[in-house]
């Protein structure tokens, strides 16, 4: 079963730059969802660094596994690859992109008990500008998010204001200095729900998440789109014709929709980095929010 939004679903949305919708998933298709991530998770007990999926924790070991993010799921399994286009997804994008949806990217980020890594400010927005800002994510949660396991914050309505400077030292690094955004921060809300919640939150939208401090795990499937007239303004990701085979809904189109969005480059990148690791880009932020919670952390790993 599929539906649309509502349309005080899309006013809110317009709004507040994010929803959250318990209902919209499937059980089953949550359930071979989670069952996928599970096949794929099983791959960390095999080896002793990351890969190209597996973003693994520094402390990573095959006997004591600790995965940060799975990487680009479609590229690495058949459901996911079709997951992508699910039709009780593309219901409820249709009419936030009419000109067609595009994938963009995917993930899973895995939050483990009490170590689950924090992910610092950010706008998705930075790593990837495009012609129109008809661009977002979808999320869902695979595990119950608690207020206790490190849910997704959100600012809302500032989708709408500053795209800000995600550098440090001259490279980009995905982050914002806290000091910037103090009184967007202080007025962020979190993202909770059971097992099943979807998500959905535009690029420009201001977010973060601490590390989990429960003992429950919090893994959340996200999947960027862009509108089929909004082009990339720094990678096309491996030409034209590969492109146009990540439309997912709608066709292709060769006339980019210009709009005047905010922007800022995501260059140039750090020489040192592992590319589509946004737990190493942040880690040269130097004034961190998430700071103390992390000293927090490493003293539970101590233990």
Known sequence: M?????????????QDGYLVIPDAVPPQRLADAIAETDRMLDVAFTITEG???????????????????????????????????????????SPLMPSGVRLHNTKINMKAPHVGE??????????YPHTNDDV?????????CTDENGPMFVTPGSHKGSV??????????????????KPEIERAVPLTGPAGTLTIHHARLLHGSAFNRSTKARRFLLQAYAAADAWPLADLKGGLSSFNDRIVHGEPTLQPRMESPPVRIPLPLRPDVIVGSIYDNQSILENKFYRNLDKEKQAILAE
């Open 118 to 127: 924090s992910v610092e400010w950010h706008q998705d927005w930075a790593f």
């Open 2 to 14: 599929t539906r649309t939004l509502t349309q005080e679903e899309l006013d809110r949305y317009d």
């Open 51 to 93: 890969n190209t999926m597996l973003d693994v924790d520094p402390a990573h070991t095959p006997e004591n596994p600790r995965v940060r993010r799975i990487k680009s799921q479609h590229e690495h399994s058949d459901f996911f690859h079709a997951f992508a286009a699910e039709p009780f997804i593309m219901e409820l994008l």
């Open 136 to 144: 977002l994510a979808i999320g869902i949660y695979l595990d119950d």
């Open 164 to 181: 800000y400077d995600h550098h440090e030292h001259g490279y980009f690094c995905g982050a914002i200095d806290p000091n910037l955004i």
